[in-house]
């Protein structure tokens, strides 16, 4: 294991060394929270592909491959596929608007009357999806190093926290786009032909497991309902994929390099169910799923190969953790805390911005590993965070965008009676039973409808004003790109 350790040390000292490298370039709030929205295409669609790719859908992708075959797929492609809808139809307009928050958007179409109370849900989402990924360091590390589970969230989360208190954004796409290179090879190229071919190949896989494990819908139709509902929505208006739709430096980049980043996720998908599914043909007995990626790897993959493998799943959780983590400071600052204090700071004092962002970073980041430390089941907690975004938000933000009769009064209700539902029913349901998404969307949408329809119109001036942003224009407020700094590839 000597030269297994070495490789994920090397690793995870390059982390540290693209977050020193990433601060000498976030000079300004807009090249600290949004890499001076620049990245061009592949380095937009590598860290998008990076973020929406973490622990769940790769250590968790396996486990329900092991546990329900090919379907076992339909998380991660249902992730894939929210990734491609916002990508197509979304992420042009949301670029187009030069904001750093999802909260400034509804301000923006609703007149600036909506965003403390969806601060504080966005907020609550990217801290729990900050605190799952950091959960997850402690199976890896305990595959790595046999260590204590607080020691191992402890070193992992601060690696984490280091890298993104140093740089922000630069440091997080810099190691974003290293992370998906590693998890390209080592998943994707070595894992899974390495896992086929111990298990016998696709013949010896279908002759040794039931049928249903090749039934495409073998999961059952209303997880996969379930799934949509929550990943491919939460896709379409999580603050932490928003955060780098903001990164692109053109429209047609977040068009199609999301499109891109969106169809990898599908291979990936696919990737993780066909690796579970033969784990499940050589160790078909394990107690628990999740336990089959650092089975395989540990037991059948070579020296050297199996540390890059095991920094492949490192990656995918810390690139999940860091986009988390950055999304949760911003949110804090910018649309909790500076509306709290009553502060209005000119674009002109975004170098003055930098330092406080980055001690908001450092902030989230000590409650992350702290809440982590106290909680145990990540499944629920991510359950909470994709609930109270998508029962609480998802209708307030698509019905901005679609409908132009949804009024501020409609998506403050919305929001209130949607997390509420969600949050009620998540108590009386059990936090996995899939009602508490079903019956709070409807309470959102209906709640947002009505009393939109009850209320006055938005104001004329505000409306125009938004169609302006959506165009690209009436932007002079928000900070220019430099041009002295090339974008970004």
């Not at 249903?212 to 999580?238: A, K, N, Q, R, S």
């Amino acid at each position: 294991m000597a030269v297994d350790y070495l490789v994920i040390v090397v690793y995870l000292a390059g982390m540290l060394a693209m977050g020193w490298w990433g601060m000498r370039r976030a000079r300004s709030k807009s090249e600290f929270l949004v890499a001076g929205r620049r990245l061009g295409p592949a380095m937009y669609s590598g860290t998008m592909a990076a973020i929406v790719l973490g622990g769940a859908s790769t250590i968790g992708g396996v486990g329900l491959g092991y546990q329900y075959g090919l379907s076992g797929a339909g998380m991660v492609f249902t992730i894939g596929l929210g990734l491609l809808a916002l990508s197509i139809f979304f992420s042009a307009r949301i670029a187009r608007l030069k904001v750093y928050t999802v909260s400034e958007m509804l301000d923006l179409r609703y007149g600036g009357r909506a965003g403390v109370i969806s601060g504080v849900v966005m907020w609550g989402y990217t801290l729990m999806l900050a605190v799952t990924s950091t959960i997850a360091y402690a199976t890896i590390f305990d595959v790595l190093f046999d260590v204590d589970r607080t020691l191992a969230i402890v070193l992992g989360g601060s690696i984490v926290v280091a890298y993104s208190t140093l740089g922000g954004m630069w440091s997080i796409t810099l190691t974003d786009m290293v992370q998906f290179v590693v998890k390209t090879i080592g998943v994707l190229l070595l894992l899974l032909p390495i896992a086929v071919v111990k298990a016998g190949g696709f013949s010896e896989m279908k002759a040794q497991l039931p049928t249903e494990y090749f039934d495409p819908l073998g999961i059952g139709g209303e997880t996969i309902f379930t799934y949509v509902l929550i990943y491919t929505f939460g896709m379409l208006i999580g603050q932490d994929i928003w955060q780098r739709v903001f990164t692109a430096r053109s429209d047609s980049t977040a068009k199609w390099g999301g499109t891109v980043a969106g169809t990898y996720c599908l291979a990936y998908a696919l990737a993780g169910a066909v690796i579970g599914t033969a784990a499940k043909v050589m160790y078909p007995k394990l107690a628990n799923p999740d336990d089959a990626f650092a089975t395989i790897v540990k037991d059948e993959l070579p020296v050297g190969v199996r540390g890059l493998v095991l920094a492949a799943a490192l990656a995918a959780v810390m690139s999940t953790s860091s986009g988390a983590l950055i999304a949760c400071a911003t949110v804090a600052n910018n649309d909790i805390w500076a509306r709290l204090r009553g502060i209005v700071r000119p674009s002109g004092e975004a170098h003055d911005e930098v330092k406080g962002n980055r001690a908001f970073i450092l902030l989230m980041g000590l409650l992350v590993i702290g809440t982590s430390i106290a909680l145990n089941d990540v499944v629920e907690a991510l359950t909470v965070a994709y609930n109270l975004l998508v029962g609480g938000l998802l209708v307030p933000i698509l019905g901005g965008l679609l409908w132009k009769r949804g009024t501020a009064q409609g998506a403050l209700a919305a929001v209130a009676v949607g997390g509420a539902a969600v949050v009620g029913l998540m108590a009386g349901y059990g936090i996995l039973a899939n009602e508490p998404i079903y019956y709070g969307l409807l309470a959102s949408l209906a709640t947002y409808v009505v009393v939109s329809l009850a209320t006055p119109p938005t104001d004329a001036a505000v409306l125009a004003a938004w169609r302006e942003r959506l165009a690209g224009r009436g932007t002079s407020g928000t900070e220019p790109v430099s041009e002295t700094v090339p974008a970004a590839q």
